[in-house]
């Protein structure tokens, strides 16, 4: 079935420096993809999304690309504020209108001043 | 546009207290989704409508849970009775599927501590 797997947390890393949270998947067809994040206290919101191979999404600075040779979605932000301090989420959601959209395991980031 | 509203916001209760969480979706969407966070068990999908009617229920843990949703603007979650490992923060969200490649759009969530 579909999955999607996130590497692991707590990453750690100081403002300014350049962030990556890697994020691959398994599924049949061509699946959207998404990267939610969550805030403390609040909950997922859409950070942004692609909806086919080679599409990039990109939002407040953030960048990921649908790469469907290596199956991957890897979250990029050049230069990472305090504020970013959240929980990444990485998801797959089908081409059937019907099918959930399937969530990794989250990604706690933190950002040191 | 309002989003998903959830309510309460934070609940305290006893063991053995029946507790009902409210979730008011986004008008016009057809899909909607219940999930349960803990730092234990991380995000867990309990159960989800679409057109009001239950599709998957699959994710909720006991008997002791259930959710309705009556009419496309409103549905609950119920524990009875409530247990301290029903503790968690507890989200809905709601989905357009008219629309193809539509992401979920959550609520701020329950915050539940059962005592």
């Known amino acids: 079935g579909n999955s999607v797997t996130q590497m692991e947390g707590p990453v750690t890393l100081s403002e300014e420096a350049f962030l990556t949270i890697n994020c691959t998947y398994t599924?049949?067809?061509?699946?959207?993809l998404f990267w939610y994040v969550q805030y403390p206290g609040e909950g997922l919101q859409l950070l942004l999304k692609?909806?086919?191979?080679?599409d990039k999404g990109s939002n407040k600075g953030f960048e990921a690309t649908y790469r469907k040779e290596t199956t991957s979605f890897h979250l990029e932000k050049g230069s990472v504020q305090v504020s970013d301090s959240a929980v990444y989420f990485c998801a797959l959601g089908a081409r059937n209108r019907d099918d959930k959209i399937i969530f990794g395991k989250g990604t706690r980031l933190h950002i040191l001043p | 546009d309002a989003g998903v509203i959830q309510s309460p916001r934070h609940e305290v209760t006893e063991m053995g207290q029946e507790v009902t969480l409210r979730c008011k979706p986004i008008?016009?969407?057809?899909?909607l989704f219940w999930y349960r966070q803990t730092m234990m068990r991380g995000l867990e999908l309990l159960i989800y409508?679409?057109?009001?009617?239950?599709?998957?229920d699959s994710g909720m843990p006991e008997d002791r849970f259930s959710a309705k949703m009556p009419n496309a603007s409103f549905s609950t979650l119920k524990i009875q009775p409530s247990e301290p490992r029903d503790s968690a923060v507890y989200f809905c969200a709601s989905r357009n599927a008219g629309i193809a490649n539509q992401p979920q759009h959550f609520g701020d969530g329950t915050r539940l501590s059962i005592l």
């Open positions: 599924a049949t067809g061509y699946p959207s």
């Open positions: 409508f679409n057109n009001n009617v239950p599709i998957d």
């Open positions: 008008s016009g969407h057809d899909y």
């Open positions: 692609a909806t086919k191979a080679d």
